[in-house]
C-alpha cells in the first residue's frame, strides 16, 4: 500500500536550515506530483510547496518564496523540502502529501526558537 514517511524535522534557531526528506512507496512515485504542507497550531493546514512528476515545475507559497526549495529524487522515491533562513513563524508540523490524493505523511516537527 501507499506509504510516506517524513523525517529530518527538529528544532533549530531562527536563520538556521533544515533539510525534510519523505521516502514514498507502494506506487510509481515518478508519475505523481508531490507536496509539503504544513499545519501551525490553531491554524489550517497549509500548502508549502509542490513539485510535478518530472521535478521541471515548483510552485511555492509566497512566505517561503526565496527561503524553500523542493526537490526530489525519482529513482530513490524521494522528495526534499530544504528550508533556508528559518523563522519561528515557519513552526508548524510539515507533511508529505501525493498531490490529488488523500495519502499523506504522518507528519514532522519543525521548531524554530531561539
Known amino acids: 500500500q501507499v506509504q510516506l514517511v517524513e523525517s529530518g524535522g527538529g528544532l533549530v534557531q531562527p536563520g538556521g536550515s533544515l533539510r525534510l526528506s519523505c521516502a514514498a512507496s507502494?506506487?510509481?512515485?515518478?508519475?505523481?506530483?508531490m507536496a509539503w504542507y504544513r499545519q501551525a497550531p490553531g491554524k489550517q493546514r497549509e500548502l508549502v510547496a509542490s513539485?510535478?512528476?518530472?521535478?521541471?515545475?515548483?510552485v511555492y507559497a509566497d512566505s517561503v518564496k526565496g527561503r524553500f526549495t523542493i526537490s526530489r529524487d525519482n529513482a530513490k522515491n524521494t522528495v526534499y523540502l530544504q528550508m533556508d533562513s528559518l523563522k519561528p513563524e515557519d513552526t508548524a508540523v510539515y507533511y508529505c502529501?501525493?498531490?490529488?490524493?488523500?495519502?499523506w505523511g504522518q507528519g514532522t516537527q519543525v521548531t524554530v526558537s531561539a
Open positions: 502529501n501525493m498531490q490529488w490524493s488523500d495519502y
Open positions: 507502494g506506487y510509481n512515485f515518478g508519475l505523481k506530483g
Open positions: 513539485i510535478s512528476p518530472s521535478g521541471g515545475s515548483t
